[in-house]
């Protein structure tokens, strides 16, 4: 499985990114997936996530109310709709697919991992 995400950049407090992470190798409606991201010196940590078919989503405390997870079984792909982003929303973001077992908001329940795309938010 090969998982490609793109969008990141750099934006002024405020604005808005759109993050999309592309799968392949195996259909997509076969995993919840989610959104990662490790801030500069600081661990990973959990930011969003989504059912298979985007019935369910669930999303951290700390983004809720200006992020949307979203995905398009059709494309295959995964979206992060990041609005009013802060300073401190500043880092590489991950996108990762649920391995079937554990919390979603645990990295060690995600199998197929991206390789990150930065995202920078000055003040």
């Known amino acids: 499985v090969q998982v490609v995400e793109s969008g990141g950049g750099l934006v002024q407090a405020g604005e808005s990114l759109r993050l999309s992470c592309a799968v392949s190798?195996?259909?997509?409606?076969?995993?919840?997936m989610g959104w990662f991201r490790q801030p500069p010196g600081k661990e990973r940590e959990f930011v969003a996530a989504?059912?298979?078919?985007?019935?369910?989503?669930f999303l951290a405390d700390s983004v809720k109310g200006r992020f949307t997870i979203s995905r398009d079984n059709g494309k295959s792909t995964l979206y992060l709709q990041m609005n009013s982003l802060e300073p401190e929303d500043a880092a590489i973001y991950y996108c990762?697919?649920?391995?079937?077992?554990?919390?979603?908001?645990?990295?060690?329940?995600?199998?197929?991992w991206g390789q990150g795309t930065q995202v920078t938010v000055s003040s």
């Open positions: 990762a697919g649920f391995q079937g077992v554990g919390s979603w908001t645990q990295m060690t329940s995600y199998k197929y």
């Open positions: 190798g195996r259909p997509f409606s076969n995993f919840d």
């Open positions: 989504i059912s298979r078919y985007g019935a369910r989503t």
